[in-house]
């Protein structure tokens, strides 16, 4: 028994390492317009593999809530609560911290108490991590989970109506129509948002983020039925068609409702989901039941300290942008004159590969050390 539920341990975290690793790599190329196909995200409506990193994070992140409510039943119910929200805000601050640098280099600053922040961008990928943590943890700590089963299912099913008929004629859907656009706007307003697209849009926006929580939720789900049945052939096989299925569904739901990471459509959710289910699955069954185990530490080093070493890549991406060095930037100049030599795109895509194994061997020290940081 103990022997499995190290097993377990070791594939979530070997899964959270794996995710980690594939979003530093998207993150952080050596240009950003020189990219393999796979490794940029759909511009719109589409899918590809980078637009699986993020929602494989929030799916990791209910699995590890799944872990951790064991020990709220024996904790008071002050204590358990502060500690969600504590953890919540902590992250969402450092995510804005995250992206300030990014929100002045991307707009001006403009005048008046503080100068910047009317142009910075308030919500982000740690922000939503945040926000999705900290409503999740709640859901399941107050509510039954059938109940929260149904609300997820009410959520996405809800979704699409909203955004049908909220968004702007004729074509409620597109990056300048859409109701997550617009509530955002009311909300938040341009200056807040992101303009990585040439015009105010953020991919991670209030609205968009209440069907991510369903990832979250899908996660948790996920996590208990693993502990209590990923001894199995017949457990993992029911996981494995249970993602097979969500997969199938989210494909024929893209008719109707496309499959859209910027939006985070009900169809993304299941798709994603769908993915993730027979990914974790696929990953239990090598290590737990293969006894493969060939390049798992190099994923658990990233999958120890998650949070940080992403905040880490992104901090020292920042940092490499923001050096002046003969013209350009210094990560600009790296890339010119180590890595292109390779290739514009594939030097671009190794560029990012060993960014990522510098952030790997900072997680290698702290793991060697026995050094974890959390929130």
């Excluded at 589409?46 to 951790?68: C, E, H, K, Q, R």
């Excluded at 943590?133 to 859901?139: E, F, K, Q």
Aim: with cysteine.
């Amino acid at each position: 028994m103990t022997e499995q539920k190290t097993s377990r341990f070791v594939a979530l975290d070997v899964f959270r390492g794996m995710t980690v690793a594939f979003m530093i790599i998207v993150n952080t190329p050596g240009n950003y317009t020189k990219v393999f196909a796979p490794f940029d995200h759909a511009s719109w409506h589409g899918f590809t593999a980078a637009d699986l990193v993020f929602p494989s994070f929030l799916f990791v992140v209910g699995a590890a809530i799944s872990f951790v409510m064991k020990k709220w039943n024996t904790q008071p119910t002050g204590k358990v609560v502060w500690k969600i929200v504590k953890r919540s805000i902590i992250i969402f601050v450092l995510g804005y911290i995250l992206m300030y640098p990014y929100s002045i280099m991307m707009k001006p600053a403009v005048h008046g108490i503080f100068p910047a922040f009317s142009q910075t961008r308030i919500m982000g990928v740690l922000q939503r991590i945040a926000v999705a943590y900290g409503i999740v943890s709640l859901m399941f700590y107050y509510l039954k989970p059938r109940t929260i089963a149904w609300a997820s299912v009410a959520i996405l099913i809800l979704y699409w109506p909203v955004l049908v008929f909220w968004g702007s004629s004729p074509d409620p859907l597109t990056m300048q129509t859409n109701a997550v656009l617009k509530l955002d706007m009311w909300l938040l307003g341009a200056g807040h948002l992101w303009v990585g697209d040439g015009f105010p849009f953020d991919p991670e926006g209030i609205l968009s983020t209440i069907p991510a929580l369903v990832t979250v939720i899908s996660g948790v789900f996920v996590g208990k039925y693993v502990q209590s049945n990923g001894r199995t052939y017949e457990g993992l096989a029911k996981l494995f068609m249970v993602g097979l299925v969500c997969f199938i569904i989210a494909y024929f739901w893209d008719f109707a409702f496309p499959i859209n990471k910027k939006l985070w459509t009900s169809s993304f959710v299941l798709h994603t989901t769908g993915l993730n289910c027979m990914l974790l699955a696929l990953i239990i069954y090598v290590l737990d039941f293969r006894g493969i185990n060939f390049g798992v530490h190099f994923f658990q080093v990233f999958g120890r300290n998650p949070l940080f070493l992403y905040m880490l890549s992104m901090f020292a991406a920042l940092l490499l942008m923001m050096i002046p060095f003969q013209g350009t930037n210094l990560q600009g100049w790296i890339y010119e004159n180590i890595f292109a030599h390779a290739g514009e795109v594939f030097g671009s895509f190794l560029y990012a590969v060993v960014f990522m194994l510098l952030n790997w061997l900072v997680g290698y020290v702290l793991d060697r050390r026995k050094i974890y940081i959390k929130v």
